[in-house]
Nanobody, 120 residues
Framework: QVQLVESGGGLVQPGGSLTLSCKASGNIYRINTMFWYRQAPGKQREMVASISAGGKTRYADSVQGRFIITRHNFEKMVWLQMNDLKPEDTAVYYC??????????????WGQGTQVTVSS
């Protein structure tokens, strides 16, 4: 019904930058809040950033001032610009969205994840 497809992960050196993209498609009436989560090996999944349909953003303390989340409502896309990357940012990053389907049901969608590795 709904797909979230992430792209943009990869290997980057400490201090470098990377931008993740996520596009939603399918039986979508409206997308409310969109999120980026991450999960490092042996750790729980944590929310990195969120952005409401109106553009209000929230960030985890660990990324505040380094990461920027943006979205394009018509294109159904969300991005995560990651700057000054640190080895502890290494994780699988997941896109997620609170979606209202065409039948007006609520649906929480998740992407498949994209690996980000920060290493010299």
């Amino acid at each position: 019904q709904v797909q979230l497809v992430e792209s943009g992960g990869g290997l980057v050196q400490p201090g470098g930058s990377l931008t993740l993209s996520c596009k939603a498609s399918g039986n979508i009436y409206r997308i409310n809040t969109m999120f980026w989560y991450r999960q490092a090996p042996g750790k729980q999944r944590e929310m990195v950033a969120s952005i409401s349909a109106g553009g209000k953003t929230r960030y985890a303390d660990s990324v505040q001032g380094r990461f920027i989340i943006t979205r394009h409502n018509f294109e159904k896309m969300v991005w995560l610009q990651m700057n000054d990357l640190k080895p502890e940012d290494t994780a699988v990053y997941y896109c997620s969205a609170q979606i209202v389907l065409q039948g007006l049901e609520d649906y929480n969608a998740w992407g498949q994840g994209t690996q980000v590795t920060v290493s010299s």
